[in-house]
């Protein structure tokens, strides 16, 4: 996402500014600092803000005040994250890995960016930026997926695959 934010800083797409949160456990000092100095080297440290990670109700307000979520997992098996900002209307832009490709089908309640790809990743946001018919219409469907994801849908499907897997 450092990456990602330095290509789109410097491509500027119709003049857009761009700054990127970073939302987590603020407790690995090591990891910060690689984080901060990668944003440096991209030129785009101005640009960046560490936030501690939040309670999960806390979320959907957070939500609120941004115009997009990225989500550019290395792994992810599952993600309520996704499923929390989609809920609340927030376009998201996530890996193609695991579960993500569940949740987020490209194009339609999403955007899906290559694994560990800055500049497909910039690509995504680009999309998303200039194109205001394209985000209304991923929040809209985004959170009419996201409303399908409930605990009663989780459980009949496992009980279903157990039922299928035990005859």
Same mark, same amino acid.
Not at 11 to 37: K, M, V
Not at 44 to 65: A, G, H, N, S
Not at 141 to 167: D, K, P, Q, W
């Given at each position: 996402?450092?990456? #990602?934010? @330095?290509?789109?800083?410097?491509? %500027?797409?119709? &003049?857009?500014?761009?700054?990127?949160?970073?939302? @987590?456990?603020?407790?690995?000092?090591?990891?910060?600092?690689?984080?901060?100095?990668?944003?440096? =080297?991209? @030129?785009?440290?101005?640009?960046?803000?560490?936030?501690?990670?939040?309670?999960?109700?806390?979320?959907?307000?957070?939500?609120?005040?941004?115009?997009?979520?990225?989500?550019?997992?290395?792994? =992810?098996?599952?993600?309520? *994250?996704?499923?929390?900002?989609? #809920?609340? @209307?927030?376009? +998201? +832009? #996530?890996?193609?890995?695991?579960?993500?490709?569940?949740?987020?089908?490209?194009?339609?309640?999403?955007?899906?960016?290559?694994? &560990?790809?800055?500049?497909?990743?910039?690509?995504?946001? *680009?999309?998303?930026?200039?194109?205001? *018919?394209? %985000?209304?219409?991923?929040?809209? %469907?985004? /959170?009419?997926?996201?409303?399908?994801?409930?605990?009663?849908? /989780?459980?009949?499907?496992?009980? =279903?695959?157990? *039922?299928?897997?035990?005859?």
């Amino acid at each position: 996402a450092v990456e #990602a934010l @330095g290509r789109l800083r410097a491509e %500027r797409p119709d &003049n857009l500014d761009f700054e990127l949160s970073i939302l @987590g456990s603020t407790q690995d000092e090591a990891y910060l600092g690689r984080l901060r100095q990668l944003a440096e =080297e991209h @030129g785009c440290l101005e640009q960046v803000r560490f936030l501690d990670q939040v309670p999960q109700d806390i979320l959907p307000y957070l939500f609120q005040e941004y115009d997009i979520l990225l989500f550019p997992s290395l792994y =992810e098996p599952f993600s309520l *994250t996704l499923i929390h900002a989609m #809920a609340s @209307g927030i376009p +998201v +832009v #996530a890996s193609r890995v695991g579960g993500n490709t569940e949740i987020v089908s490209d194009g339609d309640t999403g955007l899906l960016s290559e694994r &560990n790809d800055p500049t497909s990743l910039a690509s995504a946001v *680009t999309r998303l930026a200039i194109d205001a *018919t394209l %985000r209304s219409g991923i929040s809209e %469907r985004g /959170m009419r997926v996201a409303s399908t994801f409930t605990l009663e849908r /989780m459980l009949t499907g496992i009980s =279903e695959y157990l *039922t299928t897997a035990a005859s």
